[in-house]
């Protein structure tokens, strides 16, 4: 499998906590998956918390920046599919039959993902029978990337 755009591409809607980015930068590093982050952040790029949660991985990572959602919306091509990952989803995430370079798009851990955006994707939820709001966005991102990597059969980068 190329992993030159990854089973899938993870896209980090105006993340807030640097140290989520950088576990989920570690994530994508892992299973080869492309990083998209869409500004503004709530904390500064370079983060020494962002960096330490990514440990000695950052050069593994690709990622790209994007100035403002419209920027990334540029970069999508007409056969792209992008999910919306919310506790407002209307199909479970397994439900998906992931395809090599779809986007799985998560919002910032304190809103979520905004109307305007919720609209206008297919909306996935990770169903949780417990008593909680959310998932941490580090370990919705993996649970995510990995059900992409079980269906794919579980190839490692490389292999």
């Not at 990854?6 to 590093?29: D, H, K, M, S």
């Not at 998560?106 to 417990?130: A, D, K, Q, S, Y």
């Not at 909680?132 to 995510?144: C, F, K, T």
Request: some cysteine; aromatic content about 12%.
């Amino acid at each position: 499998m190329d992993y030159g755009t990854g089973v899938v591409r993870v896209v980090l809607y105006q993340p807030e906590i640097p140290q989520n980015v950088g576990n989920i930068a570690r994530t994508c590093a892992a299973v080869g998956a492309e990083l998209h982050l869409v500004r503004p952040f709530g904390f500064r790029w370079g983060d020494p918390r962002m960096k330490r949660a990514g440990l000695d991985y950052w050069p593994h990572v690709r990622y790209v920046l994007h100035d403002t959602w419209a920027a990334f919306l540029e970069t999508l091509g007409p056969q792209d599919r992008l999910f919306a990952f919310t506790t407002k989803g209307e199909r479970r995430y397994t439900e998906v039959a992931y395809r090599p370079g779809d986007y799985l798009l998560f919002g910032p851990e304190t809103r979520g993902l905004p109307p305007e955006i919720l609209e206008v994707w297919p909306r996935l939820v990770i169903p949780m029978p417990g008593p909680v709001r959310s998932l941490n966005l580090s370990v919705a991102v993996g649970v995510a990337v990995y059900e992409a990597l079980r269906q794919a059969g579980f190839a490692a980068p490389g292999e």
